[in-house]
T-cell receptor, first 115, second 114 residues
Framework: AQSVAQPEDQVNVAEGNPLTVKCTYS??????LFWYVQYPNRGLQFLLK??????LVKGSYGFEAEFNKSQTSFHLKKPSALVSDSALYFC?????????????FGTGTKLQVIP | ETGVTQTPRHLVMGMTNKKSLKCEQH?????MYWYKQSAKKPLELMFV???????ENNSVPSRFSPECPNSSHLFLHLHTLQPEDSALYLC?????????????FGNGTRLTVT
């Protein structure tokens, strides 16, 4: 069974500093990994994905994620945090089952960017 | 505009009421999902419909009853709920066959059971 772990409930970072939100995964085959962001009173929005290829994946709003197969990690990064990046971030792993997506989400990490 | 619209945004209901949540997607997707989001817990997949056929039912209590009349609409019928059912209910859609495509979520219905 696939699983995702986000070890930090909350991450605080000063505006302008680099940020990292951690994620580790467990899958039986090739990992299909995603990051989503959720702003208050909104649904989840897709940020970026890793399917295959380059280990550094670039996504929306200046975010990127680094896939590390040996460490089974897919950490979300941004070189310079903005106050508007404050939100809840979810890592997810996807399996295709019967032609639809069976997605397992982590518990989420609240990112607080301090002005 | 997310392409996936959920109504109502907020719902307060008593334990003996019957209500329905509605989801509509304008993306031409063929799979639709109901998720439950509770504080401090991972998103829980409740139901999946693919090509209007229910393909996943994750041991959800029978007081939740989904309906998918066509590929654009998804309902969640609620009756005799419990206070622990209070949560944010999220609808999502995706395009089967496009393995790389992400889920597209609506903004959710915040349900409070009193």
């Amino acid at each position: 069974a696939q699983s995702v772990a986000q070890p930090e409930d909350q991450v605080n970072v000063a505006e302008g500093n680099p940020l990292t939100v951690k994620c580790t995964y467990s899958v039986s085959g090739n990992p299909y990994l995603f990051w989503y962001v959720q702003y208050p009173n909104r649904g989840l929005q897709f940020l970026l994905k890793y399917i295959t290829g380059d280990n550094l994946v670039k996504g929306s709003y200046g975010f990127e994620a680094e896939f590390n197969k040996s460490q089974t990690s897919f950490h979300l990064k941004k070189p310079s945090a903005l106050v508007s990046d404050s939100a809840l971030y979810f890592c997810a792993v996807r399996d295709m089952e019967g032609g639809y997506q069976k997605v397992t989400f982590g518990t989420g990490t609240k990112l607080q960017v301090i002005p | 505009e997310t392409g996936v619209t959920q109504t109502p945004r907020h719902l307060v209901m008593g334990m003996t009421n019957k209500k329905s949540l509605k989801c509509e997607q304008h993306l031409g997707h063929n799979a639709m999902y109901w998720y439950k989001q509770s504080a401090k817990k991972p998103l829980e997949l409740m139901f999946v419909y693919s090509l209007e056929e229910r393909v996943e039912n994750n041991s959800v209590p029978s007081r939740f009853s989904p309906e998918c009349p066509n590929s654009s609409h998804l309902f969640l019928h609620l009756h005799t709920l419990q206070p622990e059912d209070s949560a944010l209910y999220l609808c999502a859609s995706s395009q089967p066959g496009q393995g790389n495509s992400p889920l597209h979520f609506g903004n959710g219905t915040r349900l409070t059971v009193t």
